[in-house]
């Protein structure tokens, strides 16, 4: 594939638009220079490095975690961030760098997404100096990688009825509880655990050495095959009071973290559309069906106009979402809106290139069902199309119906 710069130009018809089919409404020309330079690049680490292995990972349930070494000398990990060694990108990089890396694959931005988002991000916001100084520097290195554990067994939609739980014992803590579905949980160095203690859900640092901690992968799993998933366990684990992040206290801290990782789904969304509409372009171009090639009838282009149109539609709302986020004033409940359409934008539209696909639709030399799959971990994790349906319906009626 083509940077996004040429990508899907020039099909053969000549009487075909030269519009870019996987950028209908030239989204592009709304970006900086500097901007498209980090998508550009990105996209050329894709084409490069992660599309030759993408698949062959999926297949064998194997993290490419050699390519870890790659994004953090792209400034990947912790882009967003200020200081200490991470690059200071606007949210706008931030999201076209989700998009291109959920283009190869949803697990490998789920890596990217955890690792900034979920992990540093709490760190750099709510962490002490010293914390900031010792695991900062070395995650946007990539020599040292992190998880984040709020989802629990019981069910993850509900992080108020937290059963993970930390007592103070003098000058340590002692933790006690399960986290379950943890991406990067069994690779990590450190992991971000919230749990409850007397004065409500607080933070803590838990490296991965420490007695009572166990981080057993999760295996056979359909989806997100190419990326570490993880239970959490902890059986008296004893932390020290340094630990704690101290800057945040209550939900407001894991669901400040949910706020910026939704925001970078709904790029990456984009991006997963992106390839099966393209892989489809190409596919009912040359299959010959009835004497004719399929993209000639009017149900493949109608099937394939509607896909533009919805990947269009996700565009020009993560757009717009991460100008508002450069600006300071994006509000969890528009993340909410285009996690919810994007992300199902994304599934549908590659359930339907699975179809046109026919036959050839299942096998691993066509990308729709390795997406597909993995759009079925993305539309739940950071919260359900249900969650994000009443977070809008709150906000238009001001009643809580969760």
């Not at 991406?183 to 749990?195: E, H, Q, R």
């Not at 004719?292 to 149900?299: E, F, G, I, K, V």
Request: with cysteine; hydrophobic share 40%; net charge negative.
């Amino acid at each position: 594939m083509a940077t996004p710069a040429n990508q899907a130009g020039q099909r053969q018809d000549a009487a075909v638009s030269t519009l870019n089919p996987l950028d209908f409404y030239d989204v592009r020309s709304e970006l900086s220079e500097d901007e498209q330079m980090v998508q550009d690049s990105i996209a050329r680490f894709v084409d490069a490095k992660v599309l030759p292995v993408i698949q062959e990972c999926f297949e064998e349930h194997r993290f490419p975690r050699h390519l870890v070494a790659d994004m953090a000398e792209l400034g990947v990990l912790g882009c967003s961030l200020e200081g200490y060694g991470c690059a200071g990108l606007n949210a706008i990089c931030y999201g076209l760098i989700c998009q291109e890396l959920e283009r190869g694959d949803a697990g490998l931005r789920s890596f990217a997404s955890v690792q900034s988002s979920l992990v540093m991000y709490p760190i750099h916001s709510y962490g002490s100096e010293e914390q900031k100084q010792r695991w900062l520097p070395a995650m946007a290195r990539g020599e040292a990688i992190g998880c984040f554990g709020l989802t629990e067994p019981h069910g993850g939609s509900d992080p108020s009825n937290m059963k993970t739980h930390a007592k103070r014992d003098g000058d340590d803590w002692i933790i006690n509880g399960a986290k379950m579905w943890i991406t990067n949980g069994s690779i990590a160095d450190v992991a971000v655990v919230w749990a409850m203690t007397d004065e409500g859900v607080r933070g803590f640092l838990v490296e991965k050495a420490t007695p009572g901690f166990d981080a057993p992968e999760i295996k056979r799993k359909f989806s997100l095959r190419a990326s570490i998933t993880s239970s959490l366990f902890f059986d008296n684990v004893r932390v020290p009071a340094e630990n704690m992040l101290p800057g945040v206290k209550g939900l407001k801290g894991p669901l400040s973290c949910l706020t910026q990782a939704r925001y970078g789904i709904t790029w990456g969304a984009i991006g997963a559309a992106q390839a099966c509409l393209e892989q489809v372009l190409a596919y009912t171009e040359d299959r010959v069906m009835f004497g004719r090639p399929l993209n000639h009838t009017q149900t493949i282009q109608r099937r394939m106009a509607d896909m533009a149109r919805r990947i269009t539609t996700a565009q020009l709302l993560s757009l717009r979402l991460g100008q508002m986020k450069d600006a300071g004033t994006m509000q969890p409940a528009q993340v909410s809106m285009a996690k919810w359409n994007n992300v199902r934008m994304a599934i549908d539209i590659a359930r339907d290139a699975r179809d046109i696909l026919g036959g050839a639709g299942i096998s691993a030399e066509y990308v729709p069902i390795r997406h597909a799959l993995n759009l079925e971990s993305v539309i739940t994790y950071e919260g359900t199309e249900t969650v994000h349906e009443l977070v809008i319906g709150k906000e238009l009626t001001g009643v809580n119906a969760f």
